[in-house]
């Protein structure tokens, strides 16, 4: 590591933004329309491109929103809300969109420095293995967590919104949503 590593000033890499095979490709359509309504690209995992800005800026808001300050609190999170505690009524819908926050904190998790990909993807592979336990495709998933948008304050008038989101994103030839739902995760 010269001297730049060492205080933070080395370029990012653009592969440790972006997925490099199918499965990582995968776990980026759990959380790409909430990349995408953030302001990122469903292209990076955690919407957003891996430097030194974007993890201070991942970090924030995983402290500020979700009170998640290190790798503990990332898994800790990430358990919660794969666990259905807080999915009571309307079930499949509020649980898509909370299985996207799951994996979304996991990416976030990794953005910030807080995981390493290894790491990310075996916190992401928990979250596909229950997404599919509860939907079988792409399409019955977005629906369900675009339904869990309309539960959640601060997003609950976007419906339409996430809805042209997922429709622009599903049609896109080499987006996530082109990866078999089948496809192997770690």
């Known amino acids: 590591m010269g001297l730049f590593g060492l205080f933070g ?3 990012s890499d653009p592969a440790d933004s972006m997925p490099q095979n199918d499965a990582e490709k995968w ?7 909430w ?13 957003f491109e891996k430097n030194r800005s974007n993890a201070s800026m991942a970090r924030g808001v995983l402290n500020r929103d979700w009170a998640v300050t290190n790798k503990q609190g990332v898994i800790e999170t990430v358990d919660y809300l794969i666990a259905d505690k807080n999915n009571a009524g309307d079930e499949e819908k509020k649980a898509a969109f909370n299985y996207g926050c799951a994996a979304n904190i996991a990416a976030r998790g990794y953005l910030g ?9 075996a916190e992401s592979a928990k979250v596909a293995k229950v ?6 495709s792409w399409k019955e998933f977005a629906e369900q967590y675009i339904e869990g948008v309309g539960m959640e304050s601060g997003v609950a008038d976007q419906k339409e919104n996430f809805k042209k989101i ?21």
């Open 35 to 47: 990349s995408e309504y953030c302001g990122g690209s469903y292209k990076y995992f955690g919407g």
């Open 166 to 186: 997922y429709e622009r994103i599903s049609a896109l030839p080499d987006g996530p949503y082109t990866v078999d739902w089948e496809t192997p995760i770690g």
């Open 27 to 33: 776990v980026l359509g759990i959380y790409a329309m």
């Open 9 to 11: 000033g080395s370029k």
């Open 131 to 136: 997404i599919r336990q509860h939907y079988h």
């Open 113 to 121: 420095g807080h995981l390493s990909r290894e790491e990310m993807m």
